[in-house]
């Protein structure tokens, strides 16, 4: 059992595909093959082609929180960071052979799901399950497990589970945006016992957020800023917002270090870009992820 503030990071990765081994940023490969159960055969009875174009590749981390009336309502606290967290971790640029014109191609396609998106505002473990069952009325889950918010109460372990981050090129990268969603829980979890409400944000408002940090990551094309300024900027907001949390977990010296780090390399997107600007193709930006620069 995790104990209170611990992070688990899960990278899921994507399955083998039947048609080969060549990247989704390359070339459709087609449906994954299904895993031969109940669970997942009704998924595909019930979403169709959702299921087959969900060749996605996230970071989840779990952050321990024993208290499941807590965790639930942490949730709602945490629909101000998501935004910040997904620009941060943008790392999905291409897809079957093309510029998608989004840093993370990965959360727009994700996004489609209707159990998937920002955690209600629940009133604990009553809300939670109310929010649950009206899901299940509408026929698109059956329970727990098939929700799918980008933060939600783990179904299965004591622990906030935060799904919205793209996995990272390299380890530093998964420590940087896990270290700052264990923080972001903590500081959530600080507003619950000191019982503060939520921000009040509309869903409509966080949707927006989240899609302008897909589509542009860290960077700030509408104002023609570089995205190396623009990592800097936001990074050391969020870390400055962060901070006493980062301290409370001893990991503001590793973030700092790591903040600095992204701002000199730019996102995982801002690096497939721009491989592909100075070798003209996609295989580079492949090479990119798989033999990363390093830089101390």
Do not use: K
């Amino acid at each position: 059992m995790p104990w209170p503030g611990a992070a688990w990071l899960w990278p899921v990765p994507r399955r083998r595909t039947a048609g080969g081994s060549r990247p989704p940023a390359l070339t459709s490969a087609g449906p994954p093959p299904l895993r031969e159960t109940l669970r997942y055969q009704a998924l595909a009875d019930r979403f169709g082609s959702l299921v087959d174009e969900q060749g996605t590749c996230g970071l989840h981390i779990h952050v321990g929180v024993p208290d499941r009336d807590e965790a639930i309502r942490a949730c709602g606290h945490l629909r101000q960071w998501l935004a910040c967290l997904l620009a941060i971790s943008a790392n999905s640029p291409f897809h079957a052979g093309r510029n998608t014109g989004y840093a993370s191609w990965r959360a727009v396609v994700a996004g489609r799901w209707p159990t998937i998106g920002p955690p209600p505002v629940m009133d604990g473990l009553e809300g939670y399950h109310q929010a649950v069952g009206r899901l299940r009325h509408h026929g698109v889950a059956e329970g727990e497990r098939d929700v799918y918010w980008w933060a939600r109460p783990s179904a299965t372990y004591p622990t906030v589970e935060i799904r919205i981050a793209d996995t990272q090129p390299t380890v530093a990268d998964t420590l940087l945006v896990a270290a700052l969603a264990r923080a972001a829980v903590l500081e959530a979890l600080d507003a619950v016992r000191r019982r503060v409400c939520p921000p009040r944000l509309e869903d409509a408002e966080v949707n927006a957020m989240i899609w302008r940090a897909a589509r542009d990551g860290m960077a700030h094309p509408r104002t023609g800023d570089d995205p190396a300024s623009a990592v800097a900027v936001r990074v050391q907001q969020l870390v400055r917002r962060l901070r006493p949390r980062l301290e409370q977990m001893g990991d503001l010296a590793t973030v700092i270090r790591l903040r600095r780090r992204m701002c000199s390399l730019g996102t995982g997107a801002d690096r497939q870009r721009a491989a592909v600007r100075q070798h003209g193709d996609l295989h580079a930006a492949v090479d990119a992820v798989i033999f990363p620069v390093t830089v101390q």
